[in-house]
């Protein structure tokens, strides 16, 4: 059997029932729907986190968070047997792009890479970044924040400050390349590489901040700023800007796949399409990603379209991000593949170090949060009380599942909180900022 290409997509903060064809959300993806009929859609896939650090450090690792510590105080990807490194070790030459500045060489995810690009849209004048500084401007006191705009363009290099102010104020520029340019970026670096090859892109048009969003007027809180907020803004108006960028991100994967099958390599190869966390839209009156465990943020999208001539069944056990690591490592690995399959699991598991941004919320646990997924139940639990704080479906047989597994396992001890928080450079710092991370 000729060595597959393996091309591996993450499709960041993408809810699942925007791809689950039982879900109405997914019209909003026919382009992943018609992947799916090439290939398999794990209907109960979770990630290993709510946010992308400790997401990608399981998907690169085949480590929990807790095994890792990436994820807590640590960001730096330092984690043995880096996937790209072993599928590199095999011959294989390895690709990587990426529009979410914390998977880049800053943290070390370009490990085993044979070339690894972090793509943002470029200001036209080197000079500080105002976005940050428009990010503050607040349509209740309009006067006050333009004055203090104003005041930060003309505190330094005034010229290149006021022409970056100006481009960024007229071009609803988003912090992020979007998938039309990242896709065109994808195919140049397809298209300048070899078989066998394995190609890693993360996108970030599903992550907010989204591309109608200052039409709203409403001063959407994300993350944990919107925890506590009286001001609730309306879920239909929020997902709906969400489903058109959503619809343009689904627009640009099809691209690529015409592109891939337009150059012979789409038949032979593994491709794989998955979220790395969800997005909360209201549930639970939060907004954004990170920190909780609910489901809207760890179950994930994942599409799996095996080379020509391999079966694979859609497993009938939850499924981790994990579980995908070891399904490439698979693949690059074998010689005569004759079917695929992952491993069987009894649970599946997501952990969070308590909040992941500075804000400090009191009644967020620092010991944090673990959850249990079983394929009838799903819970969890505050690792500071020892106790289950949701559970479902709320039965007791539920909760005398999952407390026998905790137990069984361990599973209430406290999370790995080694490391420190790694000082980065001040682009790298806006870059982050200008998407909700302070």
């Not at 399981?58 to 990807?77: A, H, N, Q, V, Y």
């Not at 929020?238 to 691209?255: K, W």
């Amino acid at each position: 059997m000729q060595v597959p290409d393996i091309f591996l997509l993450v499709l960041d903060s993408l809810r699942y029932d925007y791809v689950d064809p039982d879900c109405n959300e997914s019209s909003n993806t026919p382009n992943l729907q018609r992947l799916i009929n090439d290939g398999i859609y794990f209907n109960e896939t979770y990630s290993t986190g709510s946010w992308t650090v400790p997401a990608h450090g399981s998907l690169f690792s085949d480590t929990l968070p807790s095994e890792s510590g990436i994820g807590g105080e640590k960001r730096i990807f330092d984690c043995k047997n880096p996937l790209a490194e072993r599928i590199r070790s095999r011959g294989y030459q390895t690709i990587g792009i990426s529009a979410n500045p914390w998977i880049t060489k800053d943290f070390e995810y370009d490990r085993g890479f044979d070339r690894f690009s972090g793509c943002f849209p470029d200001l036209p004048f080197n000079s500080n970044d105002p976005r940050k500084e428009i990010k503050k401007i607040d349509t209740k006191s309009f006067s006050r924040s333009y004055l203090e705009l104003a005041k930060w363009i003309f505190s330094d290099n005034r010229l290149n400050r006021f022409g970056n102010s100006i481009y960024s104020l007229l071009s609803d520029q988003l912090p992020y390349m979007n998938a039309e340019q990242l896709t065109d970026r994808a195919i140049e670096e397809i298209d300048n590489s070899s078989s066998p090859r394995f190609f890693f892109a993360n996108y970030m048009d599903a992550h907010e901040p989204y591309t109608e969003e200052s039409r709203l007027n409403e001063n959407i809180a994300w993350n944990l700023e919107s925890v506590g907020v009286s001001s609730q803004p309306d879920p239909e108006n929020v997902s709906g800007i969400y489903a058109n960028d959503v619809r343009f991100l689904d627009q640009a994967i099809g691209t690529f796949i015409d592109h891939l099958k337009n150059a012979g390599l789409y038949k032979d190869s593994l491709l794989v399409v998955l979220g790395d966390h969800g997005q909360a839209l209201g549930e639970h009156d939060y907004w954004g990603h990170g920190t909780f465990l609910y489901k809207p943020l760890i179950k994930i999208p994942a599409i799996v379209k095996p080379p020509a001539g391999e079966d694979m069944s859609e497993p009938e056990y939850p499924v981790s991000i994990i579980d995908i690591y070891e399904l490439i490592d698979k693949v690059s690995d074998s010689i005569d593949l004759h079917s695929l399959s992952l491993p069987s699991r009894e649970y599946v598991v997501a952990e969070s170090f308590g909040t992941h941004e500075s804000k400090e919320i009191d009644w967020v646990p620092d010991e944090g949060y673990r959850a249990i997924i079983t394929n009838d139940c799903f819970g969890i639990l505050n690792l500071k009380t020892k106790e289950i704080e949701l559970i479902d479906p709320d039965t007791d047989s539920a909760r005398k599942k999952i407390n026998g597994i905790a137990s069984r396992d361990n599973l209430m001890d406290e999370l790995m909180t080694e490391g420190q928080v790694e000082k980065v450079d001040d682009a790298v710092s806006e870059r982050l900022e200008q998407l909700g991370y302070k």
